[in-house]
């Protein structure tokens, strides 16, 4: 992959550790509280549902579209409860994220290449979270002040711009298929999938370029380009 020149990453289950996980405690505390005849997984599957089909026109912030979703989940099943409680306890758990322990020596070890975090986050939120981990990026994108998410094109077109690169020369690093690796290989970037729980690849839909375990696995990859 010697063609690499800049590096855009995902935030969440990427580069600090607050992925999934928030969502499955989440919904797993909304399960038990609400008396609910599902699992944690089959409630987030219906938040999931509805959260994605938010179509953002007008376009809503992560707070917003996690609340709008959350009350269509609730509608649906039936529940006459306040989703305010359960996202302001979303958002203390994402507040929280901690950059996952390779990821400052991998950092200094790009020293040079031009880095940006591509991120389907709030920015006030994602800003804390990377100065609270003392990351530093030469560019921090959000949905938020792009009003667009990843896989949408805008987020990562953004980002090359602000890195002065063309998507050829850029590797986007995410844990998302659809959201890292679908968004960015459409664009014509280079992609590696960031499979931290071997999860298993999917015979169907987008093929990364690369996949590793963690950050640390990326860098033997990129030894060849990016550092002259
Ligand atoms: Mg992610």
Redesign the pocket.
């Known amino acids: 992959m010697d063609r690499i020149r800049a590096i855009t990453f995902?935030?969440?289950?990427?580069i600090v550790d607050t992925?999934r996980g928030a969502l499955l405690d989440v919904s797993d505390r909304i399960v038990r509280e609400l008396g609910l005849g599902l699992s944690a997984e089959g409630f987030l599957e219906r938040w999931d549902h509805y959260f994605f089909g938010i179509d953002h026109n007008p376009f809503l912030s992560l707070a917003e579209a996690t609340e709008v979703s959350l009350a269509q989940a609730f509608r649906e099943l039936g529940v006459d409860a306040d989703p305010d409680p359960y996202v302001e306890r979303l958002q203390r758990e994402w507040m929280r994220a901690k950059a996952y322990p390779e990821v400052r020596g991998v950092l200094e070890a790009l020293e040079g290449v031009p880095r940006a975090v591509v991120s389907n986050a709030d920015d006030a939120m994602l800003r804390e979270i990377l100065e609270r981990n003392r990351l530093r990026f030469d560019a921090v994108v959000t949905s938020e002040a792009c009003r667009s998410y990843k896989p949408a094109s805008v987020i990562f077109e953004v980002a090359m711009r602000e890195l002065r690169a063309s998507p050829a020369a850029v590797l986007h690093v995410?844990?998302?298929l659809d959201?890292?690796v679908g968004g960015a290989k459409r664009l014509g970037m280079m992609a590696a999938w960031v499979n931290r729980t071997g999860e298993r690849a999917r015979a169907e839909g987008p093929v990364p370029d690369l996949t590793v375990r963690n950050l640390a696995e990326l860098l033997p990859s990129l030894d060849s380009g990016p550092r002259r």
């Open positions: 995902d935030a969440f289950g990427t992925g995410g844990d998302s959201a890292d």
